[in-house]
């Protein structure tokens, strides 16, 4: 019996419009598209399966997730997380944890090709054809969580931490995102006008 060469192919990058598309989707879809800071576990994570009908959650002991928080396995449309994970965005809205979770559900929406993305082991270094991966999920992310249409209108990243509840150095990224897309849209406004 022969078997047929099957033909790897590669992966096409998304564009951010692309990305912040389906972010703002899906915040849509779960009708969380203009609270600032909506509870991960209840709007999100049990929510999801409405949307996404083959999605399953499994809370897991901290010990079966050693080296991360949470993680994604695209192909069978799972997302592991750790219980400890899951009680910080319940009780307390963790800006860590609220960002592992929508990057782990950034990967599941963005159908990333790999059935699992982690890290091996903690500051292992990510193979640069998975770094694609993790850039596109952090992109989701940070969309999901500080919207453009909301987060645009903050003046500091401090604001933009304590209105959507992520850490300060997603908050410091997110406003550094936002000002280079107000100055990319100045510039074009100026190019036009």
Not at 31 to 47: C, S
Not at 105 to 114: A, R, S
Request: charged share 35%; proline share 5%.
């Amino acid at each position: 019996m022969l078997r047929k060469a099957v033909k790897k192919q590669k992966y096409v990058r998304k564009s951010p419009e692309y990305i912040k598309q389906k972010a703002r989707e899906l915040r849509r879809r779960l009708n969380i598209d203009n609270l600032h800071a909506p509870d991960l576990h209840y709007h999100v994570i049990l929510r999801f399966a409405q949307v996404f009908p083959d999605f399953k959650l499994k809370e897991v002991l901290d010990a079966d997730l050693p080296h991360s928080d949470a993680r994604a396995y695209c192909k069978a449309k799972v997302l592991k997380v750790r219980k400890s994970v899951l009680h910080l965005i319940s009780h307390y809205g963790d800006g860590r944890a609220r960002f592992t979770i929508a990057h782990e559900l950034g990967h599941l929406v963005l159908d990333h090709p790999k059935s699992r993305l982690d890290r091996r082991k903690p500051n292992e270094t990510i193979p640069e054809s998975e770094q694609v991966f993790e850039d596109e999920a952090d992109l989701f992310a940070s969309e999901f969580l500080a919207p453009s249409h909301l987060a645009s209108k903050c003046e500091t990243s401090e604001e933009i931490r304590t209105l959507f509840q992520i850490s300060p150095r997603a908050a410091v990224r997110r406003k550094q995102e936002l000002d280079k897309e107000a100055r990319q849209k100045h510039a074009l406004e100026r190019k036009l006008g």
